[in-house]
């Protein structure tokens, strides 16, 4: 069943793609892990155009970790458009980010977003949260189709 | 010479001429009362001379001896009229014509008697018939003589008085006639002038009033003199000259005004491109905090977490000076994650609406008392948080000052023995203070300047850790609810900070 499920990670930042990537390899969820590093590209694969029309398999993931400060389209309005569209208005989205500031917040919450989750400074913290987010959405949370 | 005055003048010389005609009149009448009296009795003389005459006829003709006793009579009532006549004078001359009459009638009296004696000779037959007949004839004639005087004198008093009723008659016209055009051509003078006077004053204060009521204030009335239309137009004068000076200090006080407007919408427009420059700062400040939270983060925790992944993945295969290395890069990465941290929270601090909520500083200072004693189970601490800290404020705001105040007593007091934190409030004046005492390491009076600007720190790093941008956090706060902190301290002996929050109070007595 777990094999099944997957993360859509939307980072642009390499370094923290890595550090992300390391955390979930650290409780086994790395190779359930699809990256894209731009809003426009978090669109393309979800709705299977652009770059990845012809995506093998037309499945949506389980959770989206989706960062704001994205180049071309930005996380909020990804954000928008998923829950615009039919197929993906109740996917979740976890947003995480390095910002604290309440309007991303409540921006992010308006938009229909799950969860806030603000990327903590601290190493071993940031391994943590990322790894128990991983878990919990994967493993924890019941998604709205199965 | 004042109008009334010319008036009072006017009406007392009148008064004068008609009492001196009313003296006239009485005089004019007495003399005519005399004149009438002197006449009248001129007239009842020539009677009782005519009468005695006819009598004197009657004796001398007839012997009749009854006629000679009446002339006699008659001639006593010629005495009596006589001897009053002297009451009844009025000029000398007319005294002289009495005693031309009194001697007339004395001298014909004494005729009388002669001729009498002589008839009553005759009869005792004394002297011859012829020679008495000769005696008489010549005595009547003599007699004759007397009467016709008598006559001529007394038609001389008549006379008299008929010129004197005339002469005065005469003179009272001509005095009261001229007495009367006099006063009435006073009268009309004095009304002429004084009417010329008036119309003139009335037509200058007309004419004045009109030029003032123009608006021409400089006009001035030209009337001298010391009458009462003078005074008006000299009070008018005055008054006018007044208004040119008030009217002045007005257009001064307008102008002043008027400038003082320019200066204050220069000033506004001024102020409003201050503000707009402000706000231009302020947003260039947000974007720069935006972009300090989410640019700066990221590589600074690139930097921590892989130095951290490289310890933990790889440090069975680093040498002990390596791995330290790398912690202190950790450290390093750690500390400056904390002044990022502190610099937003401060920017926070100055942005945003202010909220005005209730706030519980006594249940708050409980929360902070254990997250710290969590975090430091190890350590002993005395805590006093008095009951009933409620306040108004900004609810999220006042949490950052309550958490720099009671974190800098818990970290300044971590070498004290018997540490002790407390929190209470008291009154200062109209303010309400808010206070946290700790009597741990304190800091030196002569560094209190420093308290609260960023960055700045009384402690060394080793001694106490700190990024040193707390107290000037909570000093913006505060300031921004228009209170006001203080900080006191010893070194060794501990601190105390006070803060009111005038702001909050104020809102809470609205909303009471």
Known sequence: MISNKCILLVEDNRQDEKLILRALRKVNLANQVDVVRDGQQALDYLFQEGEFAGREGDDLPTVILLDIGLPRVSGLDVLKRLRSEPRTRLLPVVILTSSDEERDRLASYDGGANSFVRKPLDFAEFAVTVARLGIYWLAVNRPPQE | MTIQTRLKIAAATSAALVFILALLLYWSQHRLASANRTKNLADEIVSSVFERKALTSGYLVDGDLQARDRWLLKQNHINDLLEKAPSHLISISDGETFNDIRKSLEGSSAIFDRISHNREAAKEGAGHQVMVNEIEDRLVGQMLVKFLDTVAHAHRLQLAANELIASTQRTAEWVSLSIIVSVSLFLIIVAWSLGRSIGQGIESLQLGSAAIGEGDLHYKIPLTGDDEFANVARAFNMMSGKLVESRAGLEQELMARRRAGLEIEQLNLELNLTVSQLQGANQELEAFAYSVSHDLRAPLRAMGSFSAALVEDFGDRLEEEARDYLDEIVIGSRHMGQLIDGLLTLSRSTRGELHSDLV????????????????????????????????????????????????????????????????????????????????????????????FQPFQRLHRQDEFPGIGIGLATVQRIVHRHGGKIQGAGEPRKGAIFRFSLPHGKKSSQEES
Not at chain 2, 388 to 408: C, H, K, P, Q, S
Not at chain 2, 409 to 432: C, V
């Open chain 2, 360 to 451: 519980d500083l006594t249940l708050m200072a409980h929360h902070i008392q254990n997250e710290l004693a969590q975090s430091e189970p190890e350590r002993g601490m005395q805590w006093q948080v008095d009951p009933g800290l409620i306040t108004r404020g900004d609810a999220r705001m006042i949490e950052v000052v309550m958490n720099n105040l009671l974190g800098n007593a818990w970290k300044y007091t971590a070498g004290t023995a018997q540490a002790k934190i407390r929190i209470y409030a008291e009154q200062d004046g109209d303010e309400r203070y808010f206070c946290v005492a700790d009597n741990g390491a304190g800091f030196d009076m002569a560094h209190a300047g420093k308290l």
